[in-house]
Nanobody, 123 residues
Framework: VQLQASGGGLVQAGGSLRLSCAAS????????MAWFRQALGQEREFVAG????????YYIDSVKGRFTISRVNAENTVYLQMNSLKPEDTAVYYC?????????????????WGQGTLVTVSS
């Protein structure tokens, strides 16, 4: 499967962005999906995950109540709605697909990765 992330940009603190991850090559319902992010000079970290049918969602504590992950399998797309953005949310955001693991925070549990989209939150 090929993943294409989009929707990043520059936003002021307190603003919102919605990231999209479009899949091609294979149906998205075959994969649990996740969003990771990597800030400059830091390791890539798990942000949010969603199970194959969307019934289970997972978040890191720092984004709970602000970010929402969702998926529309019929459209082969996963979304990350980000509200109340903070400067510390600034990072390159990646979508990732896993055949076997739902909600895993481990990079190596995901076989496929999108190219990343940059989110910059100004203070």
């Amino acid at each position: 499967v090929q993943l294409q992330a989009s929707g990043g940009g520059l936003v002021q603190a307190g603003g919102s962005l919605r990231l999209s991850c479009a899949a091609s090559g294979r149906t998205l319902s075959s994969y649990a999906m996740a969003w990771f992010r990597q800030a400059l000079g830091q390791e890539r970290e798990f942000v949010a995950g969603i199970s194959w049918n969307g019934s289970m969602k997972y978040y890191i504590d720092s984004v709970k109540g602000r970010f929402t992950i969702s998926r529309v399998n019929a459209e082969n797309t996963v979304y990350l709605q980000m509200n109340s953005l903070k400067p510390e949310d600034t990072a390159v955001y990646y979508c990732a697909a896993s055949t076997y693991y739902s909600g895993s925070r481990l990079n190596f549990d995901y076989e496929y990765w999108g190219q990343g989209t940059l989110v910059t939150v100004s203070s």
